[in-house]
């Protein structure tokens, strides 16, 4: 047996026999080999599946931000034109409210029915001397009448005027 001189006490070996058995060996590292393949394919795989969760996820909330933005451009919208609907109406009632102005109506009268104002002996005053009196209408169908008659008075004005 050799010594190694160079400061070591190792034993060197050289020529001496080394027991081997080939084939235990190569269906060891057969073995250790599949067993890397497979930890390789499995990790492998295993990126993949997380490269793809990834990009699933990120594609789903790049979706649910695209759904919630074209919500709220809708949301906005509507507000606009409930915005608009109302400055509408607004208009309408106060053109409403112009056209049953009391001098409207006094100018339509004069200027297109030829309506004139009475002279004082076209005036008759009535003196009357009995207390006024109100009778509470209890049957619904009279009230409903009664309503029905003012409604179509009221039609038959606002027709005469316009």
């Known amino acids: 047996m050799l010594y190694d001189t ?15 058995k080939p084939y235990e060996e190569s ?4 073995r250790i080999r599949r067993q890397r393949e497979i930890r390789a394919k499995k990790m492998k795989a295993k990126v993949v599946i997380g490269i793809i969760s990834f990009g699933l996820i990120t594609f789903l909330m790049i ?7 074209d919500q709220f451009n809708r949301l906005n919208s509507l507000r606009k ?6 400055n509408e109406v607004d208009l309408l009632r ?22 004139q104002k009475p002279d004082r002996s ?5 003196n009357v001397n009995e207390k006024d009196i109100c009778e509470v209408i209890e049957d619904e169908s009279k009230v409903q009448v009664a309503l029905n008659s003012i409604m179509q008075k009221i039609q038959s004005v ?3 005027l316009y």
């Open 63 to 69: 979706l649910q931000n695209a759904m919630i933005n």
């Open 6 to 20: 160079y400061g070591t006490s190792a034993r060197v070996l050289e020529n001496e026999p080394i027991s081997v």
């Open 94 to 115: 106060i053109q409403i409210e112009k056209q049953v102005d009391l001098s409207k109506v006094e100018e339509v009268a004069y200027g297109k029915l030829g309506m």
């Open 81 to 86: 034109e409930y915005e608009n609907i109302k």
């Open 158 to 160: 606002l027709e005469y």
């Open 122 to 126: 076209q005036i008759v005053y009535i």
């Open 27 to 30: 269906e060891k590292l057969k």
